[in-house]
């Protein structure tokens, strides 16, 4: 059985104190989480401060995007080694908004992914339709799509360490989170796509996350679905007791 997997990306908030109130408050309401793996994701600026709270805790810390290079000229970005050299664990890669704000396709977030990989660091690689191309019924095509361009090339052995989160581009910060049968239809076609790609043992210890519009009020009818393995949490990973209601849902899960 599939180990339940909740994240929070905090985007592009909290400032210094912030961060400390908000990993402070976390590791004091998850200390009885046993079964289910917790992830966070600051700002990069707040990486140092979140990864010495951290230490010798049941809390994971990630990186919200990295270049796919090690080192260079290339103002403004980030590579694996430094992620990693900060503490992190995870990196989260081709988030909706890199793709849509930053133009991000897939096979940037395949050489992302190599880059990862390059320095121990796990990806979470996420995938998702626009609205409109949900209404026009392309929504599995367009998702398998970025599935198949954003794993090919890796080994099963590579693709064992995947985490994969489908996040339906029109409920990212939205409020409108897609139905719980939805997902699992995504999730399924994405397990099934991972199958084809490295094998069906890969594909049954990926652990695939929905991501959109996560709340305390909606976690408990999408993490009760076997095809969904936790979520990647966007605004409610802000507030302590919000993410930890949605952890202790997965734990109950």
Known sequence: MRRKFIAGNWKMNTTRPETVALVQALI??????EKTTIMVAPPFTNLQTASELLKNSKIKLGGQNLYWEDKGAFTGETSGAMLQELGCTYVILGHSERRQYFKESSQDVNRKVNAALRHNLLPIICVGETLEQRQKGEALAIVEHQVRNGLEGF??????????AYEPVWAIGTGRAATPADAVQVHAMMRATVA?????AIAESVRIQYGGSVTPENIESFIREPEIDGAL??????????FATIIEAAEAA
Do not use: H, N, R, W
């Open 28 to 33: 004091q309401k998850t200390q009885a989480i």
């Open 155 to 164: 080994s099963p052995e590579q693709a064992s360490l995947f985490t994969m």
């Open 196 to 200: 084809e790609m490295f094998g069906f």
């Open 233 to 242: 949490v966007g605004g409610a990973s802000l507030k302590a007791d919000a």
